[in-house]
DNA sequence: GAGTCTGCTGAAAGCGCTTGCGAAAGAACT
DNA sequence: AGTTCTTTCGCAAGCGCTTTCAGCAGACTC
């Protein structure tokens, strides 16, 4: 494709114009040498100029086997969760000469694993990988060989709020801000709730599940299991699993939510749904129902009432993560944790009733 | 950088480890042969899959001189309104097998033409601009070399939302959905208006301020140019911006909320800013003053009360974008004009004391 | 003024892959 | 068995750039 077409001046017109070979030309445009004679090099500079010179990345890639490229896989860009890791990965990135290529994988490791395979094969210096891990056996050993393949060739691998099978990682606490919320919302008053969870077979929602409960058991109280209504940490979902509480509610129990006077949803986004489904039932929030979410998005600010939430810094995620690829490899496995904050608003108030 | 590592297998170890010579391993792993008699095939398959063998991308654009790389140049990914473009650009993009690397120009200048330059150099095969062009001189003209030279190159280069310097373009109908929100909002009863503009050089600042000037003109009302605050498009520029309307007024008028009825925020983030000042303040919308907003992303079902706006259908227009860059090139520009709609919420209603 | 350095340059060898072209090897015909 | 087609392959020439290495001035020594 694109043939017949009047190519792009290349460094050999450039050096033919100014005069000189084409290591000069390719010296004084690399930068790479001070040794030419400043009289050349300027000539070198203006003939590029005139002839709009732009060197081929492809052909300098290959000559120097290395590229400043680096490869981001996440779920959705327009998941505001990775839009703003994108955000502080960009940021980083730019700052250090580099390009990003993204590639939204929407959670099918199938497409990620074709994904990371692409990447490679455009010799990407860094590869990042955001979103929960998947907790799937087949899926985690090929991804493990593709990423020690691409490591052990010079890439970085880095990973984002996931376990990490061969690279350096950067880690939300999940588990840490889960067992705070739970903490906060106990001292509040609350003693029975009911969740929204993600796809079971992610970490994230493991570990945001599993902190939440400990934070609860600290004070003996416990989840109910029937209270755990299903959800895959979309909007869509967050709306379906509050109506799952609200309307089937666990068998004999009657309504969850006659019954909880709090609901976590496992991250924001769902918490929005549920905040949604409430109020299109004119389910009074945090008057009747407390709601809290996880990962603290923008949107939160715009709801109302607010949501109460537990922020972690996505965008200094991405920024870091980058960092670290760029980092001179150590020998061992660099980890960054990064604390997470609860965040009370709104959305969250002492059970009405006290009673209890 | 990154070199004595064990370089990955390339097409030579292959062809050996299958006793062929490298045409024949390139033609089967490149699918442009079927002539290769299928044992041989066969075992260069096999050969690569055991040597984890992955094409050096660099070294193929290089020989086919090529790529199925798209670039993308928007203000930011992190705002939804680009997000969601990003998002059909690339469900588009890969059903085409082409990658995208995206860039955040920050709405600079200097940094999307940096940008220009170096997706170039990448060889890409086609670059995607968004957002609003600045109606800036100098600027244009660089960038009309830069597109010019990329197009005479064989890249296709695409526009979106953008006044369209050489490339084809996909374009929301700004000044018509404007015009059709100030028709919807007169006829609900609204005769005093404010606005929260946009960057004052953004081509669809003027053509959504226009727009809806225009469709105030049809029923004999005019928008105050003391009326009109200034904003940036984002969240904050929308507080600040509905809080100058709010308090300084425009002098010898006194608070313009007390006077106008209905304030049209240029985009959706800016109306989601000026809609928490409201809050912040307690006024209440839409029964004190009504708001409206341009965009429909997604954020404004979720505000409470929700948000009167006019939907553009963003990831679609990411889709067009990228189809009709890898459409062949044809003669003429082509332009794809993109229905707006406005859509009626709750954050606008008919003036509370139809008194007037 | 012969011998050494230093500083610039250019020739040329790749980087890893694609592909036009001719050769080799069968297949199909007299 | 000798010819003529077809297929199927491999050779080798690039794609555009970087970088090593050796060459050649001119600037320095003694």
């Known amino acids: 494709m694109r043939k017949n077409f009047p190519m792009s001046a290349k460094l050999r017109d ?56 680096i490869g981001a896989i996440l779920h959705d860009v327009s998941d505001p969760y990775f839009s703003e890791i994108v955000r502080g990965l960009q940021r980083a990135a730019v700052d250090a000469g580099q390009l990003v290529t993204v590639c939204n994988s929407y959670r099918d490791p199938e497409r990620e694993l074709a994904y990371v395979g692409l990447l490679r094969s455009q010799r990407i210096g860094a590869l990042i990988l955001t979103g929960s891990g998947l907790d799937d056996r087949s899926y985690s050993e090929r991804l493990a060989a593709q990423i020690n393949a691409f490591a052990s060739t010079g890439g970085r691998p880095v990973f984002i709020g996931r376990h990490h099978i061969a690279g350096d990682a950067v880690l939300p606490d999940n588990v840490g801000g889960a067992r705070a919320l739970a903490r906060a919302l106990v001292t509040m008053g609350h003693r029975k709730f009911a969740a929204i969870s993600g796809p079971p077979l992610l970490t994230t929602t493991r570990d945001r599940l599993d902190g939440f409960k400990a934070g609860l058991a600290e004070h003996g109280i416990t989840l109910d299991p029937a209270a755990i209504a299903p959800g895959d940490f979309t909007r869509e979902g967050g709306m379906a699993g509050m109506a799952h509480l609200l309307d089937a509610g666990p068998a004999g129990y009657g309504s969850i939510a006659s019954d909880a006077t709090c609901v976590f949803a496992l991250n924001d986004a769902m918490a929005l749904g549920a905040l949604r489904t409430l109020r299109d039932r004119d389910i009074d929030v945090p008057g009747r129902i407390s709601l809290a979410g996880f990962d603290d998005i923008p949107a939160t600010l715009d709801t109302n009432p607010t949501l109460t939430t537990v922020r972690i810094p996505l965008a200094e995620m991405g920024a870091l993560a980058v960092s670290l690829a760029l980092e001179p490899p150590s020998d061992e496995l660099r980890v960054r944790h990064i604390r997470s904050e609860v965040v009370l608003r709104e959305s969250t108030a002492p059970p009405a009733a006290l009673s209890r």
Chains 1, 2 share one sequence.
């Open 14 to 69: 450039v050096a033919e114009k100014a005069g000189v070979s084409v290591a000069t030309a390719s010296r004084v445009l690399s930068g790479s040498a001070e040794g030419v004679r400043p009289e050349r090099r300027q000539a070198v500079v203006a003939a590029a100029r005139e002839l709009q010179y732009v060197p081929n990345a492809h052909a300098q890639a290959l000559a120097r086997s290395g590229t400043t490229h």
